[in-house]
């Protein structure tokens, strides 16, 4: 009898506990196609198209260069709770924290999308470049350069 109240006191033990951890949340991010190591790459997190628009991200992350290889950064983003994101990123290679532009209003400095690849010149929908966040979720992005 003790022994099966040990037992049973064991499994509820495991039972609570193993229920009680949650999984981490992780954005994998491959980022492909930089051109250079000046800089640092800009990660903006959105959560909706209103913030998107209004270029007022939820967090932003600044990515060092120094690890890249082949032209291509990993970036592991574990402090966001589940839910929508979406990720704009800029090749910031001058360090001024903005995009710089030409004289005829075309982007300087490279720019991309989460799990998108934007090829107009407008401004894309949050929708297009969205994903969930539960568990892990693998995120890749190409820089365009103009």
């Known amino acids: 009898m003790k022994l099966l109240k040990t037992f049973l006191g064991f499994l509820l033990i495991?039972?609570?506990?193993?229920?009680?951890?949650?999984?981490?949340?992780?954005?994998?991010?491959?980022?492909?196609?930089?051109?250079?190591?000046?800089?640092?790459?800009?990660?903006?997190?959105?959560?909706?198209?209103?913030?998107?628009?209004?270029?007022?991200?939820?967090?932003?992350?600044?990515?060092?260069?120094?690890?890249?290889?082949?032209?291509?950064?990993?970036?592991?983003?574990?402090?966001?709770?589940e839910g929508t994101y979406g990720i704009a990123i800029l090749d910031d290679e001058n360090n001024n924290k903005e995009m710089d532009w030409s004289f005829i209003m075309m982007p300087k400095e490279g720019f991309g999308f989460s799990n998108y690849y934007h090829t107009p010149l407008s401004k894309p929908k949050f929708e297009k470049f969205k994903f969930y966040l539960n568990g892990t979720v693998n995120v890749s992005i190409k820089v365009r350069y103009m």
């Not at 506990?17 to 959105?46: E, P, W």
């Not at 032209?71 to 966001?80: A, C, E, G, M, V």
Request: a positive charge; glycine letters at 2%.
């Open 14 to 81: 495991v039972i609570h506990f193993g229920f009680s951890f949650s999984t981490k949340d992780v954005i994998d991010i491959t980022i492909t196609n930089v051109r250079n190591n000046n800089g640092k790459i800009q990660l903006q997190v959105y959560r909706d198209q209103a913030t998107f628009s209004k270029e007022t991200p939820y967090k932003i992350y600044y990515v060092s260069k120094t690890d890249m290889k082949n032209n291509t950064l990993h970036y592991k983003i574990s402090d966001l709770p």
